[in-house]
């Protein structure tokens, strides 16, 4: 079973460019996930879809940083323009309805993020 | 805010020995997850406990849930040196659509 797939596993980019992160959730699965990991903040939730619809981005930090799902079976998250306090480790999770209260999350391995 | 705050940040044990992880929340939940995290990779989940469970076992884990003290434990028995790991408890709320709230996690290291 192909587990959650992140890419790139590893990226470093200057301030002000774009970046995109991809996640392809596990198949059958309806929710999705992403968060940012950092020594200071630890795991944060940046925003969750459920049947590929946006549910809750309140944890978007700013207007810079957006996700789609256009599909059941891929996600993005996008940074534009990227500054240096973006740099963090970015895992998407995926888990099963009903109510992902009560399912596992499964993690991919996550994308580093260096902005220098 | 976090809303799970594990204890001890950091633990250093001998391969052979129990390792004793506790976990403090604050608001009403529906569970509360345990997870693993080997350095560089993803998070794996371990085990949930209900809110109406007061204990759970999985191999050489054992979780404890008291909701009257709004906390947690996860005991690993005979550790070994590839339970070297950071691990995190996540607490699920009992609103709707509920997602999980993580703490910054306790870092295991079992030396042989």
């Known amino acids: 079973d192909a587990g959650v797939i992140q890419s790139p596993r590893h990226e470093v980019t200057e301030m002000g460019q774009e970046v995109t992160l991809r996640c392809k959730p596990i198949s059958g699965h309806n929710s999705l996930f992403w968060y940012r990991q950092t020594m200071m903040r630890g795991l944060e939730l940046l925003i969750y879809f459920n049947n590929n619809v946006p549910i809750d981005d309140s944890g978007m930090p700013e207007d810079r940083f957006s996700a789609k799902m256009p599909n059941a079976s891929f996600s993005t998250l996008k940074i534009q323009p990227s500054e240096p306090r973006d740099s963090a480790v970015y895992f998407c999770?995926?888990?099963?309805?009903?109510?992902?209260?009560?399912?596992?999350?499964?993690f991919g391995d996550g994308t580093r993020l260096s902005i220098l | 805010s976090q809303q799970g705050e594990e204890d001890p940040q950091a633990l250093s044990i001998q391969e052979g020995e129990n390792a004793t992880m506790n976990c403090s929340y604050k608001t009403s939940i529906n569970n509360l997850q345990w997870y693993r995290q080997n350095s560089g990779r993803g998070l794996v989940h371990l085990i949930l406990i209900r809110s109406n469970e007061r204990e759970k076992h999985s191999g050489r884990l054992r979780v404890t849930l008291d909701t009257s003290k709004k906390s947690s434990s996860l005991l690993i028995t005979a550790s070994r040196a590839a339970d070297t790991a950071s691990y995190f408890c996540a607490t699920a709320s009992n609103s709707g659509y509920s997602t999980l709230t993580f703490g910054k996690g306790t870092m295991l290291l079992v030396s042989p």
């Open positions: 999770a995926s888990s099963a309805t009903p109510g992902t209260a009560n399912q596992p999350q499964h």
